[in-house]
C-alpha cells in the first residue's frame, strides 16, 4: 500500500483503490494538492467541521467518487449534488474491492453554514482494509478514548493515523498511550502544525512512542511525502 499526507487530516491511501480521507485542501496552509489535481476512487470524511469535509463535495462532483460517511453527512452531500454512501458506526461498506468500517471517535461534529449550526451526526473514524488483510486507521479528530483498546484488540490496524496536535484532539501523551492500546505496527502522525494552536513536535511523539512501545515505528511525513509499507 502507498499512503500520502496531504497536509492535516488529509490522506490519500492507495491498495485496490485510492482512498482519499478528509480531503480539506482550499484553505488549508499545508495542504500538499489543490482539490482540481488531487485523485479518488473513494472519499471518507470522518465528521462535518471544515478542515475534514473540507472540498469533498467539489471532489466527489469532478471524479464520481462516492463520499462515504454518517448518514447525515451523506444526505447533505447528495443534496449539494455529490455522489454519497451513508453509514453509521459499528457497520461495514464495500467499496471498489476496498471495505470500509466506521468506528468511534470522541469529538463534535456540527455543520456550520451560513452562520447556522445543523446537527451533523457524530465524528467517526475508519478502519480501512485497502488490500486483503491489511487495514488503516483513520482515527479522525478524537481524545484519547478506550474504544481504541477494542479497536487494537479487535480490528488490528496495522497502521494508524492518529492526531497528536492537542487543543482540538489528542496531544502528543495522549497519543502515545493510544499507540499502547492500537499496537499497530506503523503510525503515522496527523492533524498538527496547521495553525499555531495545534503546533507539536512529531519527532517528540515518535521518540516517545517507540520507546515506550517498541513494536511500533512512527513514520513522520511532510506534506506531500509518500510511505510504501
Ligand atoms: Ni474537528
Ligand atoms: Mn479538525
Known amino acids: 500500500m502507498k499512503i500520502t499526507w496531504l497536509g492535516h487530516a488529509a490522506f490519500l ?16 496552509p499545508k495542504a500538499a494538492k489543490t482539490p482540481e489535481e488531487v485523485e479518488a476512487d473513494i472519499i471518507c470524511v470522518t465528521h462535518a467541521h471544515g478542515d475534514h469535509l473540507g472540498d469533498s463535495i467539489e471532489i ?3 471524479t464520481g467518487a ?6 447525515e453527512i451523506a444526505s447533505y452531500a447528495s443534496k449539494n449534488g455529490a455522489e454519497a454512501i451513508g453509514m453509521n458506526i ?6 471498489k474491492g476496498v471495505k470500509i468500517t466506521m468506528v468511534s471517535a470522541t469529538h463534535t461534529s456540527a455543520l456550520i453554514e ?7 451526526g457524530e465524528p467517526v473514524g475508519f478502519i480501512i482494509e485497502i488490500e486483503e488483510n491489511r487495514k488503516v486507521y483513520h482515527a479522525g479528530d478524537t481524545g484519547l478514548t478506550a474504544e481504541m483498546q477494542i ?7 496495522e497502521v494508524a493515523l492518529l492526531p497528536i496536535g492537542g487543543h482540538f484532539t489528542m ?3 495522549e497519543a502515545v498511550y493510544a499507540v499502547k492500546l ?12 496547521t495553525w499555531p494552536p495545534i503546533e507539536a513536535d512529531p519527532a517528540e511523539f515518535k521518540e516517545k512512542a517507540e520507546k515506550l512501545y517498541r513494536y511500533t515505528k512512527v513514520i513522520i511525513l511532510k506534506p506531500g511525502e509518500s510511505v510504501e509499507l
Do not use: Q, W
Open 90 to 95: 459499528g457497520g461495514t461498506v464495500e467499496a
Open 171 to 173: 496531544g502528543i501523551n
Open 151 to 157: 479497536i487494537g484488540e479487535f480490528y488490528k490496524p
Open 66 to 71: 462516492p463520499i462515504i460517511a454518517t448518514y
Open 182 to 193: 492500537l499496537k499497530p505496527k506503523f503510525v503515522i502522525p496527523m492533524h498538527y502544525g
Open 114 to 120: 451560513n452562520d447556522e449550526i445543523k446537527y451533523g
Open 60 to 62: 466527489s462532483k469532478r
Open 13 to 28: 491511501i492507495e491498495g485496490k483503490a485510492k482512498v482519499l480521507v478528509d480531503p480539506f485542501l482550499k484553505g488549508n
